[in-house]
């Protein structure tokens, strides 16, 4: 079992920058599980954002560039810094954990687990 907390999200102006913490509790070492990010917009289906294995990260095509994600296996815990952000950036952000390797770290079905989410906001 591992429990998921996402931090970090607000109301930002189009152009600036947040950084988002997921936190997690497990009775396994954190380093064992593959991490990602997900986000969904009103009436829209959950779609992936970014993810980070052993030492491989996977971003999606919208935020290429823009967004990095990154773990610190000391403090459990997965970032996913959002610079230049737009409106259509505007959802609500998941993190997720799956055992690794992750083999399929963009289907959001592969994930076990899943945190509360945290409300991104970008005003134009």
């Known amino acids: 079992q591992v429990q998921l907390v996402e931090s970090g999200g607000g109301v930002v102006q189009a152009g600036g920058s947040l950084r988002l913490s997921c936190a997690a509790a497990s009775g396994r070492t954190f380093s064992r599980y593959g991490m990602g990010w997900f986000r969904q917009a009103p009436e829209k289906e959950r779609e992936f954002v970014a993810a980070i294995g052993w030492d491989s990260t996977y971003d999606a095509d919208s935020v290429k560039g823009r967004f990095t994600i990154s773990r610190d296996n000391a403090k459990n815990t997965v970032y996913l810094q959002m610079n230049s952000l737009k409106p259509e950036d505007t959802a609500v952000y998941y993190c997720?954990?799956?055992?690794?390797?992750?083999?399929?770290?963009?289907?959001?079905?592969?994930?076990?687990?899943w945190g509360q989410g945290t409300q991104v906001t970008v005003s134009s």
């Open positions: 997720a954990a799956d055992l690794l390797p992750l083999y399929s770290y963009s289907d959001s079905r592969k994930y076990d687990y």
